[in-house]
């Protein structure tokens, strides 16, 4: 029954495309993280930018208050704040490119991005 419904190029033509689509999938899902770096900026202006894959300790402190960011291991959290809430020590450790940590009562804003892709992930008419 099988060989009736499909012919020899069917199952060639099926394989080939399996296999394209999953080299194309081992393509995205590699994390270039030798070239991800991380942008820390206040009020829409970057105040420092390291490369994801050195370790350090990072005070950040504006005229909103201050954070302490630790970039370590290929990952990045917010660990001490003095804003209210807090909630920029809730979104934990982020490694993966356009993950983002916020901290609305300072203004800031912590992003990881890879700069080898650059450009717009999406452009909109």
Same mark, same amino acid.
């Given at each position: 029954?099988?060989?009736?419904?499909?012919?020899?190029? /069917?199952?060639? +033509?099926?394989?080939? #495309? +399996?296999?394209?689509?999953?080299?194309?999938? !081992?393509?995205? @899902?590699? /994390?270039?993280?030798?070239?991800? *770096? !991380? &942008?820390?900026?206040?009020?829409? =202006?970057?105040?420092? *930018? #390291?490369?994801?894959?050195? %370790?350090?300790?990072? /005070?950040? *402190?504006? =005229?909103?208050?201050?954070?302490?960011?630790? #970039? =370590?291991?290929?990952? $990045?959290? $917010?660990? =001490?704040? /003095?804003?209210?809430?807090? %909630?920029?020590? @809730?979104?934990?450790?982020?490694?993966?490119?356009?993950? $983002?940590?916020?901290?609305?009562?300072? @203004?800031? !804003? $912590?992003?990881?991005?890879?700069?080898? &892709?650059?450009?717009?992930?999406?452009?909109?008419?």
């Amino acid at each position: 029954m099988f060989r009736d419904y499909f012919k020899k190029a /069917d199952i060639i +033509l099926f394989i080939a #495309v +399996l296999l394209i689509g999953l080299f194309g999938f !081992v393509l995205l @899902r590699h /994390d270039a993280k030798d070239t991800a *770096t !991380v &942008q820390i900026s206040s009020g829409g =202006e970057i105040i420092k *930018t #390291v490369p994801l894959k050195t %370790d350090g300790i990072y /005070d950040i *402190t504006t =005229e909103y208050g201050y954070n302490i960011i630790i #970039v =370590e291991n290929g990952q $990045v959290w $917010v660990s =001490e704040a /003095d804003c209210p809430g807090k %909630d920029c020590m @809730r979104f934990g450790k982020i490694s993966k490119d356009g993950q $983002v940590i916020l901290c609305l009562p300072h @203004r800031l !804003v $912590v992003n990881i991005s890879n700069s080898a &892709q650059g450009g717009p992930d999406a452009i909109s008419y």
